[in-house]
């Protein structure tokens, strides 16, 4: 299985990872500690939230402050608009803040939220059977 692991840069290792258990990540004990923590999203998905300094030793670029700048954008996928519905819920309950609104647009249904640290998570849920096939218009 090929699996994706996304590194980010927190402020607070266990303030970060209360937020992403809020919105429905899993925390791997086995591969966190006191600078890291594991949150899994699915069995191929797996978040890696690293303190500054430890961070720091994957690159020698700067780390990007994200309440600042836009260093990039994650998209999550729902089954369900209820299920988009509910993470936004869950992150602005949690410390994250709405980066752009729930928005309705015919077969896909999503918005975004930052986390506390500034990272963006779009969220989408697409129906399929509502989308125009290629070459018609939407």
Same mark, same amino acid.
């Given at each position: ?5 996304? @590194? ?19 925390? @791997?004990?086995?591969?966190? @500690? ?7 999203? =699915?069995?191929?998905? =797996? ?22 700048? =836009? ?5 999550? =996928? ?61």
């Amino acid at each position: 299985m090929r699996m994706i692991f996304i @590194n980010l840069p927190v402020g607070d290792v266990t303030r970060a990872t209360a937020f992403y258990e809020a919105i429905g990540f899993e925390k @791997n004990a086995d591969f966190s @500690n006191d600078v890291a923590s594991a949150m899994r999203w =699915s069995e191929a998905i =797996s978040v890696m939230l690293l303190d500054h300094g430890f961070y720091a030793t994957f690159t020698d670029k700067p780390i990007a402050d994200t309440h600042q700048v =836009s260093a990039a954008l994650f998209c999550l =996928s729902f089954d369900d608009r209820a299920a988009v519905d509910a993470i936004h819920a869950a992150a602005r309950s949690a410390g994250g803040k709405e980066a752009r609104p729930i928005a309705d647009q015919h077969f896909m249904y999503g918005g975004a939220f930052e986390d506390p640290d500034g990272h963006i998570w779009e969220t989408v849920h697409m129906d399929m059977s509502a989308a125009a096939p290629a070459g018609e218009a939407a």
